[in-house]
């Protein structure tokens, strides 16, 4: 039973790899979104690029290593993207659209960013999300997540 265990589940076994999707949901039960997780630096850096699409209720959470003012861009970036700074408790801060390849800086006003969630162009729109709204992660919460993912 235990190989078993091991062989569908290896993400609760190593370390550093505890941790690869995460459902969000909002207030509303169609305010759901499955979103990759990332924290590495590499994979920070490389977000979306080369990507050629991605699903409609999907997306990548960008959990940076400390509550900063943030800064992206769309380099190497081919799908037409929104983005929703988040503080460290999930709330959103600020929302953009982002179009594909624009190397143009995309600075966050605030200095209390702990998440960015990218997701396709009009997500949040489409699903009645604006600034001030909260975004949970679904079975787990903020701290736990971070805990697990700092925590190697």
């Given at each position: 039973m235990l190989i078993i265990?091991?062989?569908f589940f290896?993400?609760?076994?190593k370390g550093e790899e505890s941790v690869r999707t995460v459902t969000l949901v909002g207030?509303?039960?169609?305010?759901r979104l499955l979103a990759e997780v990332v924290w590495k630096s590499e994979d920070l850096r490389r977000g979306l690029?080369?990507?050629e699409k991605l699903p409609e209720d999907r997306g990548m959470l960008f959990?940076?290593?400390y509550e900063q003012k943030a800064v992206f861009w769309m380099k190497n970036t081919?799908?037409?993207l929104s983005i929703a700074f988040m503080d460290k408790t999930g709330m959103i801060l600020e929302i953009y659209s982002m179009k594909p390849f624009d190397l143009t800086p995309l600075p966050s006003r605030s200095s209390s960013v702990k998440f960015a969630l990218e997701v396709n162009e009009g997500w949040f729109q489409r699903h009645k999300i604006t600034a001030g709204d909260q975004l949970n992660p679904l079975d787990i919460s903020w701290d736990k997540l971070l805990n697990l993912l700092t925590s190697n």
């Open positions: 265990f091991i062989f290896p993400w609760l076994i207030k509303l039960p169609y305010q690029m080369y990507r959990v940076l290593p081919r799908i037409p």
